[in-house]
């Protein structure tokens, strides 16, 4: 969706981006075992292709990590708000989660209810040893009683603004950027 | 005795006088006195100014369901006779087809003295003759004793909703009432070709999953019964005629002059089988609606005088009998009240039919074909007159009507050409607002 | 209570795919392929309809429709109530109308409703504010059937566009006939029908179908054949001779299919009659795709639910910032 760009101000450009995305690779490499069963799984749109720049991270440092993909949508608490969406993306988890140490992976944690139907969605997969949860962004507000573990940037998110997370195989080029939301003065 | 009444100021349009201009009427003991200009009645008569509007013989319709004995929560003869005289009929036939069926005189005569009854409190609309039924309890096999219904009071007879199927009883029926000069009504229907169908068939029915009656099933009845009435000498008149091949085998009759005459009703001269789209079970009727093809040439048919009269079938049915799944919804609409403003917005106002013309079809074609008394203002003549303003428009709204039933293909359109009196013998039996 | 106007703006209800565009069926098309991998699951449930009440009332029988339906629902979360009523409402002695108006006192989401009368789920829909799925209406539609066969068709070919579909048998008393006729056609598909001329509908070709004489150019014509099930009334009216006769004239056999193109499927909306309209080799074997449209109609009943149970897209696109 084509948004003005004079509401956008970028918070990281793509290097200061994928340095992040090192960095939590960096992090999650050392806080899980060598020899625990690693799984990763980002929630799309967006969690999954960060999931997969970090599982390229941590390719380097413990060899290939399982990385899967969770759409949400038909566990969000908000159906009777928002109604259906036809474009429901396929849910793909390409390793049995049984008892291995899986990190959800997102783009940016607000309120946590994404992420709590992301827990409950797994759970229907299968009972994991371990759960963890790995954010590009976290801009506070929380509805729920939700922590990440790993969390590449805190951002204050003013009133009226919103964060966005590029990735580039969706947007073209990687970034963090701040919008500023269309009010009712912005003309027609 | 009854008051003198004079009507003053009206275009008088009486097509059996060819009179079609400004003319007073004098009605004097119930019956047709003058038809002049400038007329002055006794000075106790009940003068009546009907300047701008039309006057003519009051309108016939042979073709009539009352429900009266039995269906009395759809219609009675009461309400049925003022629904009549609202739409401006002064006579209606009332079909057989009740439960008991007319098939025996007490029945018939229950009949004519229940509508004379009503008439004699003052509380009657139009006239109501009963037709008696061709076979006993309608069931085609017997003729019924034809003799003693038409002493009770039968004009014709039929077996209306239900064809007389059997060709050797049509011939003996079309053979038999020469005796008393009275028509036997067909309705022209094969039920082998027709079984199951609720509509027309073809395209319609088809994307609709209904199913359908094709032409056939009526036009093989009537050209059989043509040759029956050829062979026979006897008066057939073919009812609600809908096919454009029944109509090609009636004006063969007609060239050839066979004693056969037709009808046909509003709604097969104005809708087509995609008014049922939808479901809609006030398009549900027997015959059916056809394809336009088929509307044109009936259309055109009556307007030539090869159909020499509109008749409607009105056949009122309860709201919840017509409020179900289409398969088993009754068939029928009513008609009565919506007669006169179909016809004039749909023949007379695009100029293809002369006002008198259409006062022809719908009175002085009726009386003509069927030995009815009325028709023509003529003095000397029962004083059965409709008043009408011809280019009124009203939008119908059936829960005026002062029929019990609703079921109308028509509620809330325009119509053009509204009742504002009826009279019959001399007694003005509907008054509009 | 549901909102209508589904993010493809199908509204309250599904009566037939008669009033719908190419781009809403392609949409529901679309919308069944992840419900797809949910049935693939070891738990085969998701949350979505959780608390929505759905009654399947069928009054004419069907295992196969009604079980498709009830896994559809139940794998939705939702709860269903099954109610199997035989005979007219004459019959029975309770209208149609009063059936309606029993389910919204009862203050029901959605119904899917089987009936023997054509129009009676549009009749339905049109008296009570639930959802009101057709799950098949006298001869008039059974839309999810059609959606499940285009979305077999689409799987095994890609797009339906310019598609040779033939659908052979009953097509006179065939809802499912009809349905896909629409569904194809609106899909861009070219489609023809063929079958004994007593059992080819008055003014078919006027809906945009050829018709075929012989099932012989059918084969030869299409690269779909849809095979339907010939009932055992249509000897009673005399429509045709003898299930033998039907076989032998029209009967799609491995003998006939040697005319076939190579990619030529075969699909039957079931239950089949082995032996009349098609032989068992046929049913069984390698162009067959009847079992695939098993596994779809539990998907696109999925879908159908799901989209019509929610419906408010402009909603979803602004929630989405506030729901991370």
Redesign the interface.
């Known amino acids: 969706m084509p948004t003005d760009p004079a509401r956008i101000r970028s918070l990281l450009d793509e290097s200061a981006t994928l340095a992040l995305l090192g960095r939590l690779a960096a992090d999650i490499d050392a806080a899980v075992q060598p020899d625990e069963r690693l799984v990763l799984v980002g929630i799309r749109r967006r969690g999954d292709s960060i999931a997969t720049e970090i599982a390229r991270g941590l390719a380097e440092r413990r060899g290939p990590v399982p990385t899967g993909s969770l759409?949400i949508?038909?566990?969000?608490d908000?159906?009777?708000?928002?109604?259906?969406?036809?474009?429901?993306?396929?849910?793909?988890i390409p390793e049995d989660i049984s008892d291995a140490h899986v990190i959800i992976v997102?783009d940016?944690?607000?309120?946590g209810?994404?992420i709590r139907a992301a827990l409950?969605?797994l759970a229907?997969?299968?009972r994991a040893r371990r759960i963890g949860l790995c954010v590009l962004v976290d801009?506070g507000g929380r509805q729920l009683p939700i922590q990440p573990d790993y969390a590449g940037r805190v951002v204050d998110v003013p009133d009226g603004h919103?964060v966005s997370v590029r990735v580039s195989d969706l947007d073209g080029a990687w970034g963090v950027d701040l919008v500023r939301?269309e009010s009712d003065g912005d003309g027609q | 005795m009854k008051r003198p009444v004079l009507l003053v100021g009206g275009r008088v349009v009486d097509p059996s006088q060819s009179i079609d201009e400004p003319r007073d009427v004098l009605v004097l003991g119930g019956r047709i006195e003058a038809v002049e200009r400038g007329l002055a009645g006794p000075d106790e008569a009940e003068r009546i100014d009907v300047s701008g509007l039309v006057v003519a013989p009051g309108l016939i319709d042979v073709h009539v369901h009352l429900r009266e004995p039995g269906g009395e929560h759809k219609e009675t003869i009461r309400s049925g006779a003022l629904a009549a005289a609202a739409g401006g009929f002064t006579t209606v036939w009332a079909m057989p087809n009740t439960d008991p069926p007319l098939d025996d005189p007490a029945a018939v005569g229950f009949v004519r003295q229940e509508a004379r009854a009503w008439a004699r409190r003052g509380e009657g609309g139009a006239r109501v003759s009963p037709v008696g039924a061709a076979s006993r309890g309608l069931a085609g096999e017997r003729m019924t004793e034809i003799g003693g219904l038409v002493e009770a009071g039968a004009v014709a007879v039929t077996d209306d909703g239900y064809p007389i199927a059997d060709p050797a009883l049509m011939r003996r029926l079309l053979e038999y009432t020469q005796t008393f000069g009275i028509p036997v009504l067909q309705h022209a229907e094969d039920r082998a070709l027709s079984a199951g169908g609720v509509m027309n068939?073809?395209?319609?029915?088809?994307?609709?999953?209904?199913r359908?009656i094709?032409n056939v099933s009526e036009a093989a009845v009537v050209a059989r019964d043509v040759y029956l009435a050829e062979l026979t000498g006897g008066h057939l008149h073919v009812q609600h005629v809908s096919t454009r091949e029944a109509v090609e085998s009636i004006e063969r009759a007609r060239e050839r002059g066979a004693p056969v005459t037709a009808e046909a009703t509003p709604h097969h001269l104005t809708l087509t089988e995609d008014a049922v789209r939808?479901?809609r079970t006030d398009a549900k009727m027997n015959p059916p609606l056809r394809t336009e093809r088929d509307r044109i040439a009936v259309r055109e048919a009556l307007i030539a005088g090869v159909i020499e009269m509109i008749a409607t079938d009105h056949a009122p049915h309860h709201y919840?009998e017509k409020?179900?799944?289409?398969?088993?919804a009754p068939f029928g609409i009513v008609g009565l009240e919506t007669a006169l403003g179909v016809c004039i917005r749909e023949l007379v106002e695009p100029g293809d039919l002369p006002l008198s013309g259409l006062v022809d079809r719908m009175s002085c074609a009726p009386a003509r074909a069927m030995g009815i008394e009325g028709g023509s203002l003529r003095p000397g003549r029962p004083a059965d007159i409709v008043v009408f303003d011809p280019g009124e428009p009203w939008t119908v709204d059936p829960a005026r009507f002062l029929s019990r039933s609703r079921n109308t293909p028509f509620a809330g359109e325009r119509l053009t050409g509204r009742v504002r009196r009826t009279i019959v013998g001399g007694q003005t039996r509907y008054v509009g607002s | 209570m549901s909102?209508p106007g589904?993010?493809?703006g199908l509204g309250k209800d599904l009566v037939g795919l008669?009033p719908l565009g190419r781009e809403q069926i392609l949409?529901i098309l679309?919308?069944a392929?992840?419900?797809k991998?949910?049935s693939e699951?070891?738990?085969k449930?998701?949350?979505?309809?959780r608390g929505q009440t759905i009654v399947n009332l069928f009054f004419e029988p069907s295992t196969r429709t009604r079980i498709s339906f009830e896994f559809a629902e139940k794998r939705l979360s939702a709860d269903t109530v099954n109610i199997s009523s035989s005979g007219?409402?004459?019959e029975k002695g309770e209208?149609?109308?009063d059936t309606a108006r029993n389910l919204e006192a009862m203050r029901i989401n959605m119904v899917v409703v089987r009936?023997?009368?054509?129009?009676?789920a549009?009749?339905l829909a049109d008296r009570i504010p639930s959802n009101v799925i057709n799950a098949g209406?006298?001869?008039?539609?059974h839309p999810t059937q059609a959606l499940l066969d285009l979305l077999t068709i689409r799987d095994r070919f890609g797009s339906i566009e310019g598609r040779r579909v033939c659908i052979v048998g009953d097509i006179l008393h065939s809802?499912v006939a009809?349905s896909n006729i629409w569904g194809l056609l609106k899909c861009g598909a070219e489609v023809a029908v063929c079958g004994p001329r007593t059992l080819i509908?008055?003014?078919?070709g006027?809906?945009g179908v050829r018709v075929l004489r012989r099932v012989e150019e059918a084969i030869e014509w299409g690269d779909v054949l849809y095979v339907l099930r010939l009932q055992l009334e249509r000897m009673k009216g005399g429509y045709v001779a003898s299930l033998r006769e039907y076989n032998r004239v029209f009967g799609v056999s491995s003998e006939r299919l040697r005319l076939a193109s190579d990619d030529l499927i075969v699909l039957h909306p079931g239950p089949m009659n082995r032996g009349v309209e098609i032989d068992s080799d046929v049913a069984d074997g390698e162009r067959s795709v009847i079992l695939p449209q098993v596994t779809n109609g539990v998907a696109v009943r999925m879908a159908v639910l799901?989209?019509?149970?929610?419906?408010?897209?402009e909603?979803?696109e602004t929630?989405k910032?506030?729901?991370?």
């Open positions: 759409d949508t038909l566990y969000r908000d159906f009777a708000q928002v109604g259906a969406l036809p474009r429901i993306g396929t849910t793909n997102d940016v944690l607000y309120t209810r994404t409950n969605e229907d997969f299968g801009r919103e939301k | 068939e073809g395209a319609v029915a088809t994307a609709l999953g209904l359908g094709p939808g479901y919840e409020e179900r799944e289409f398969d088993d | 909102d589904a993010g493809l008669e949409g679309d919308t392929e992840p419900f991998e949910i699951r070891q738990i449930k998701v949350p979505v309809l007219s409402s004459v209208t149609l109308v009936h023997g009368s054509s129009g009676a549009g009749f209406d006298g001869q008039h539609e809802r009809r509908p008055a003014g078919i006027d809906l799901y989209l019509l149970a929610g419906g408010q897209p909603l979803a929630a910032g506030g729901v991370a």
